[in-house]
């Protein structure tokens, strides 16, 4: 039987994915350790983004492996139904915060926040308002809880974003360029409540472009290029000269 380490929060082996011929995983082995902040790191088209989205299962892989906590995946998966089904267990371990928000227009914020949590993991209504109190307090955007998201900055957008992930009480965060879509005077207010986060201990996976946060706040760095892992370490010597030379030429071009 296989020994499983319990503070491996995510473990992939193996992981492919191709959109018709263009293979964009070809075999991505990673692992993240529970209270690591881990940033993603590569160029457009390197995989990043995909590979991120396939740990919740918003793509699809069509082989290798992934565990998220409990929830453990060998893929190809038999067809959509198993699909649904795996995407359900994932849901209730990971929330994913976008680079474009996505956040319904329809719904106040304090509603944004709350419905999943109600509606999904079926909670009672009074204990979930109680609790998304406490985390729109923590992203600074409780005075706002009655705003329409079309009236929010963008920087106000994604905070209530962050909001209604961590509503979902996720064993791992995954962000997806969160800061990409802003404007640069609101990146800040963002990185700030990430930063935040990040001291409390919580598992992240951070699909990035700021290097400077990557390099002050993850415990790791990972460097994607051409769909698999080219390197991956602590920041101190991801960046540092012996770093691996195409993340210290990406790193350069993106301060």
């Given at each position: 039987?296989e020994v499983i380490i319990s503070n491996e929060i995510v473990v992939i ?40 989205r396939c740990i919740n299962l918003l793509e699809v892989p069509y082989a ?11 893929f190809p998966l038999s067809g959509p139904a198993e699909v649904r089904k ?170």
């Open positions: 039987m082996n193996g992981l492919r994915k191709k959109y018709g011929h263009l293979e964009v995983l070809t075999g991505v082995d990673f692992k993240a350790h529970e209270g690591q902040v881990v940033s993603i790191l590569g160029s457009s088209g390197s995989g990043k983004s995909t590979l991120l290798g492996r992934l565990r998220v906590a409990d929830v453990d995946i060998s795996m995407g359900a267990r994932l849901s209730s371990r990971t929330a994913m915060v976008f680079q474009a928000f996505n956040l319904w227009t329809h719904r106040t914020v304090l509603q944004n926040v709350i419905e999943a949590p109600i509606y999904v993991q079926g909670r009672e209504r009074a204990e979930v308002l109680e609790e998304a109190e406490s985390w729109l307090n923590k992203v600074g955007m409780w005075e706002k809880k009655d705003a329409w998201p079309t009236d929010l900055s963008g920087g106000q957008r994604q905070r209530a974003a962050i909001a209604r992930a961590l509503a979902m009480n996720p064993d791992v965060l995954l962000f997806d360029e969160p800061t990409s879509a802003l404007d640069p005077e609101l990146i800040g207010e963002v990185l700030r409540v990430m930063t935040k986060l990040a001291s409390e201990g919580r598992t992240m996976l951070i699909v990035t472009h700021e290097i400077r946060f990557a390099r002050e706040v993850s415990k790791r760095v990972v460097f994607l290029e051409s769909g698999t892992i080219v390197a991956d370490g602590t920041p101190d010597v991801m960046f540092s000269k012996s770093g691996h030379p195409r993340l210290l030429q990406f790193a350069e071009r993106a301060m």
